[in-house]
C-alpha cells in the first residue's frame, strides 16, 4: 500500500499493554483509598525541585515514584477517555500454534470520580446473552464494571510500605532511559496488589510501562497478566494508552481453562480541545464585507439547494457529533489519503459529483466503513488489517457508489435536538445502514467504477483480502460486526462478491501472500488529540505462515518519547510488531 505520506510533524504513539480482571469487590487490588491532598502540586513545581538534585539511592527513588504514581492516580480523576478492549480466544491446533476462535468487543468511557468504573458503549443486551460462553462469563460478572478501568492503574494506593522492590537494570524504552524495578507484595498482606516489572524514566520519575498481575488471585474471580503503558501526553503528563492481556492457561474451574490475548487501548483525553467552537472564532475575523457576500450569495435557495444544504445539516450534525465524543479522528492527513483513492476513482470513470466529499477515519476496531451524505467513514480496524492499496479502492469504491447513486440518507439528524442523547447511547441512536437494494446496487456500481480505475489490475489483492474475510468471519464476529454501518460480511455473504472469482486461492504457506494484515499495523492515533496518522514502522518480511497474524491482535512496544518544550514536539512513534506488509 503506498500510503507514505506521514508528515514531519510528530504525533502519535500507540502502545499497549496487558490487563487484569479484577472483582468489583474488596478484592480489587488496594481499592479506592482517598487522594491525599498534597498530590495535587503541580507537576512544574515538582519536576524542577526534583531534577536539581537527583536520587542518590533506590530508596530516594522510590519515594520520587511513589509520589509522581500518587499525582498520576490525582489526574486521572479528571480524565475521561475511551477505553476499547478487543479480545481473541485462542485455540491450539494441531500444529502447537494459536488460533483465534471467537472475540469479544468493549467499549465504554473511563470515569473514576468515584474509583475506577466505564460506562459502557456497547450495551447490555449482547452482554447478556453472551454471558452464557465461558469467557464472557469472567467478563461481565467480575470484568466489565472494573475490570478495564483497573487494568491502567498499578496500585491506587501505591505504598512503599506495602511492597518489596529490587533494582533489575537501565534499559531503554524507545528513547527514554528507563530504572528497571522488579515489584512484590510484602509478605503476610492479603490485599491483592501488583506483582511484576516496573519500568520508571529516569528524569522526573514516572511509572512508564508495568508488566505483571495483581497477587494474591481471589478465591472466586481472576486476574489477568498484563502489560501496560503510558505515554507523555503532555509536558509532564504520563497516561495510559495501552494494554496487552494474554492468558495460556488460566484455570478457571476444573476443566475450564481460558486461553486468550486481548489488546485495550485508550484516547480521547482532551475531547475539551476537540470541541472548542471554531465557528465563533471563525466569525470574529470576517470582514464584514465577507460575511455579507455569504449571505447574498445564499440569500433565496431554490428548492432543490435547499433540500441539499438540509442533508448537509444533517451531515455535519453527525459527524460533530461523533468527534465530540471521541469516536471520529479530527480531519488529517489519513483523511486526505483516503480523499486521493476517491479522486482516483472519480476521475478515471468521469463522474462529476454535485458537492463535495470528505474522508474521515472511525476510531474504532470493529471492522466497518460507511456514508453519512457525503462523507465518508472507515473505521481504524478496518485502515489497520486492508494489505494494499486496491483494498483500500474497493472499500472507497462501495461507499462512493452509494453517494453516486444518491442513496438516502436520513436527514432526521438535521433536527438539533436528536442528537441530545447519552454518549453511551450512540451505537443505538446513530444509524447510517442502508436497505439491502442499495447494498447491492452500490457494489454493482463499485465493481464498475474499479474497472475502469488505476486499480483494476490489482482486484485479484482485494478478492484474496475479501476472501480472507469470510474465512474469518464464523469466528471473528465482533471484529466484524459494525456498529454504526452495514455489515461488511459474515458467515454467509460478503460486499462485493464479485471480486471473489477473480482472486486466486487462499494459501496459508505463501509468504508472500498477505490477504490480511493483523489490527494495529496501519494507523497510528494520538491518545490525547485523537489525530490519526499512517504508521511509518518497518515492514519486515515473514520468516514463517504463523507470523501472517491476519485480523489478530499482536503486543505493543511503542516506541517512547520524552515531551521536550510543548505538545508541538512530541514525538511517540511506534515499532511494534504489528506490521508484516509487503
Ligand atoms: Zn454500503
Known amino acids: 500500500m503506498q500510503i507514505a505520506r506521514c508528515g514531519s510533524r510528530l504525533l502519535l504513539i500507540v502502545l499497549c499493554c496487558g490487563f487484569a480482571a479484577a472483582a468489583q469487590d474488596a478484592s480489587s487490588p488496594a481499592a479506592q483509598p482517598a487522594m491525599s491532598t498534597s498530590v495535587s502540586s503541580s507537576p512544574a513545581s515538582v519536576q524542577s525541585s526534583e531534577r536539581s538534585v537527583p536520587p542518590a539511592t533506590l530508596n530516594e527513588v522510590l519515594d520520587r515514584v511513589v509520589q509522581r504514581e500518587h499525582f498520576f492516580m490525582a489526574q486521572m480523576r479528571h480524565m475521561h477517555p475511551l477505553v476499547e478492549t478487543y479480545l481473541q480466544s485462542l485455540k491450539t491446533d494441531s500444529t502447537g500454534h494459536n488460533i483465534p476462535v471467537n472475540d469479544r468487543y468493549f467499549l465504554g468511557r473511563l470515569e473514576m470520580s468515584d474509583g475506577p468504573e466505564d460506562i459502557s458503549f456497547v ?66 498482606d492479603r490485599t491483592p496488589r501488583f506483582k511484576g516489572r516496573i519500568w520508571v524514566e529516569d528524569q522526573d520519575y514516572n511509572i512508564v510501562r508495568f508488566n505483571g498481575t495483581y497477587d494474591p488471585q481471589p478465591k472466586i474471580n481472576f486476574f489477568f497478566h498484563f502489560d501496560s503503558w503510558r505515554l507523555n501526553m503532555r509536558p509532564g503528563v504520563w497516561l495510559p494508552a495501552y494494554v496487552y492481556t494474554e492468558e495460556s492457561d488460566l484455570k478457571t474451574g476444573l476443566t475450564r481453562t481460558l486461553h486468550f490475548k486481548a489488546q485495550t487501548r485508550l484516547w480521547g483525553y482532551d475531547l475539551k480541545g476537540l470541541n472548542k467552537n471554531e465557528e465563533f472564532t471563525q466569525i470574529l475575523v470576517d470582514s464584514q464585507d465577507s460575511v455579507r457576500d455569504q449571505s447574498e450569495a445564499t440569500a433565496d435557495p431554490s428548492p432543490v439547494v435547499a433540500q441539499r444544504m438540509w442533508e448537509k445539516q444533517a451531515e455535519d450534525n453527525a459527524i460533530e457529533r461523533l468527534q465530540k465524543i471521541g469516536l471520529l479522528a479530527p480531519p488529517g492527513e489519513v483523511d486526505k489519503v483516503l480523499a486521493t483513492v476517491v479522486n482516483n476513482l472519480l476521475v478515471t470513470n468521469n463522474i462529476d459529483l454535485q458537492g463535495d466529499f470528505h474522508c474521515r477515519v472511525l476510531l474504532t476496531s470493529p471492522l466497518e466503513s460507511f456514508t453519512i451524505g457525503h462523507t465518508i467513514v472507515m473505521s481504524r480496524g478496518l485502515l489497520d488489517v486492508l494489505p494494499d ?49 442499495d447494498e447491492e446496487a452500490a457494489d454493482v456500481k463499485a465493481i464498475e467504477m474499479l474497472k475502469n480505475s488505476p486499480y483494476k489490475d490489482k482486484l485479484a489483492n482485494a478478492g484474496l483480502f475479501l476472501k480472507a474475510l469470510q474465512d474469518k468471519a464464523p469466528d471473528l464476529p465482533n471484529l466484524i460486526r459494525p456498529h454504526l454501518g452495514n455489515s461488511f460480511a459474515s458467515a454467509k455473504s460478503i460486499r462485493m462478491t464479485a471480486l471473489l472469482t477473480s482472486a486466486p ?41 504463523w507470523e501472517k497474524m491476519e485480523f489478530e491482535v499482536t503486543p505493543f512496544f511503542p516506541n517512547l518519547t520524552r515531551l521536550s518544550t510543548g505538545p508541538e514536539k512530541v514525538a511517540l512513534t511506534t515499532s511494534d510488531s504489528g506490521t508484516v506488509a509487503k
Not at 446473552?129 to 501505591?158: C, I, N
Request: aromatic content about 12%; charged content about 25%.
Open 123 to 188: 450495551g447490555q443486551p449482547g452482554f447478556g446473552q453472551r454471558m452464557l460462553s465461558k469467557l464472557t462469563g469472567v467478563y461481565s460478572l467480575h470484568y466489565l464494571p472494573m475490570g478495564f478501568a483497573q487494568m491502567v492503574f498499578l496500585d491506587s494506593d501505591f505504598q512503599k510500605k506495602y511492597y518489596k522492590f529490587n533494582f533489575v537494570r537501565r534499559e531503554f524504552l524507545g528513547e527514554l532511559r528507563c530504572l528497571v524495578i522488579d515489584v512484590q507484595p510484602r509478605e503476610g
Open 389 to 437: 492499496e486496491a483494498s483500500l479502492a474497493m472499500v472507497l469504491a462501495h461507499e462512493l457508489a452509494h453517494i453516486v447513486l444518491g442513496h438516502p440518507f436520513d436527514t432526521k439528524l438535521a433536527f438539533n435536538d436528536k442528537l441530545f442523547f447519552p454518549d453511551q447511547d450512540s451505537f443505538r441512536r446513530l444509524d447510517f445502514r442502508h436497505s439491502p437494494a
Open 505 to 545: 486461492q487462499l494459501d496459508d504457506k505463501k509468504l508472500d501472500q498477505i490477504a490480511a494484515l493483523p489490527l494495529g499495523g496501519r494507523i497510528k492515533v494520538d491518545p490525547w488529540s485523537d489525530q490519526v496518522e499512517l504508521s511509518k514502522s518497518k515492514q519486515v518480511a515473514l520468516t514463517s505462515r
